[in-house]
């Protein structure tokens, strides 16, 4: 199979089923799992270079593993990139990213519009951290500038938001983003790389919950980090001492110099962050990722046509308030989606439902979402199964009210992420728990 930075590149079918593994002699045509701790060195001296990196190689699973290794080169041929690191979950991967990237006393600016759980990292884990954060509007360019200051090390973003499923302008920040001299990070968990590839269109860094839709069956945590190779860290060498300047574990090794554009980044993650902090990815998840990476254009091809048939659908019952999908008409990111994702949106998005925003808005989502038989209320995205989730009081439970509404939040908010069931039985469970809703609807209309 052809590696990333090869002549020939395979088409994406190609890549998500065959790259970074090529059978030889008598073994396995499928990648293996190595379920192993550690490996034996054929001398002293082999074991000496590896763990001075004068060699690179793997040294013990906590860094690395063979299965672990196929994942990531082939993650990093779907989105285009030229390196990538797995790790244990996808709040891993944005953490160990962020920590390569940004030291002591740095500063990220980040979107409003995030999932709540890198939300939660932002704000509180990393300020533990001596990192502080600023959000903005993802869609008001002059906020992105305004907020970058010179401790700015990096912008991040997710490609299409969790859960209101706004499309982000990716050129427009990422341009914004090298004019200070600083990457743009995408976190492309939803918009996935059959969608949309953030390096595409300037993001230097892509992120991924492979639980997600990478994986596609919901049984096993991962994540990983693609480096595309494209940010200059030698271009203002005194910004990026962590690349540059001696790595002092290692005597006086540059990392920008051993491994230069697209290996510096990765080297550095493993040998610090993951070999420090720990969090390793199992070969069995990194094997049952794989298993879900060969069909990802398959499964997220039938999930995105049916979510935009059920938000047509939803956009038409009197119990619905709006439907947040891109691919809508009216749609305040409708012509992004049809600039970035011309395969179709996500099959992510949300609904809100009529009623008051009070206290009452609770109760009312909670008898609708208890009584659907077809989705599943699961705080999960991207697998098979079809789910909801109020984000209000599950996911994005800790943002404060006026987070929630800069994220385009409300109480009455309804997460969906279709999956590969029958999207009729789907509508129909929809309609069934909205039709009391929709009684109450129509006679308040008369």
Known sequence: MTSPGAETTPAFATAQVQAGYQPTGVISAVPPIHQTAAYEFSSLAEAADLFALRKTGIIYSRNANPTQQILEERVALLEGGVSAVAVASGQAAVAVTILALVH??????????????????????????????????????GAW???????????????????????????????????????????NTVGTPHLVRPGEHGADFVVHSATKFLSGHGSSLGGVVVDQGSFDFGAQPERWPQFTGPYTRFGDLVLWERFGRG?????????????????????????????GVETLDLRVARQSATARLIAEHLAQHPAVARVHHPSLAGNPWNELASRYLPRGAPSVFSFDLVGAEDEQAFPQVASVVDELRVFRLIANIGD?????????????????????????????????????EDPADLIADLDRVLAPLREHALVGAR
């Open 384 to 420: 098979a199964r079809s789910m909801v989730a109020h984000p209000a009081s599950m996911t994005h439970s800790h943002l404060t009210a006026a987070q929630r509404e800069a994220a385009g939040i409300s109480l009455n908010t309804v997460r969906v992420s279709a999956g590969l």
């Open 104 to 141: 002591r006393g740095g500063h990220v600016v980040a979107a409003d519009q995030l999932y709540g759980g890198t939300i939660d990292l932002l704000q509180e884990t990393l300020d533990d951290f001596g990192i502080s954060v600023t959000f903005v509007d993802q869609d008001d360019l």
């Open 263 to 291: 290996g510096a980044f990765a080297a550095l993650v493993k040998s610090k962050y993951v070999h420090d902090l720990g969090p390793s990815l199992s070969p069995f998840n990194a094997w049952q990722i794989l298993q």
């Open 145 to 187: 500038r305004d907020a970058i200051t010179p401790r700015t090390r990096l912008l991040f973003a997710e490609s299409v938001a969790n859960p209101i499923a706004q499309v982000l302008d990716i050129r427009a920040v990422a341009d914004i983003a090298h004019e200070a001299g600083v990457p743009l990070v995408i976190d």
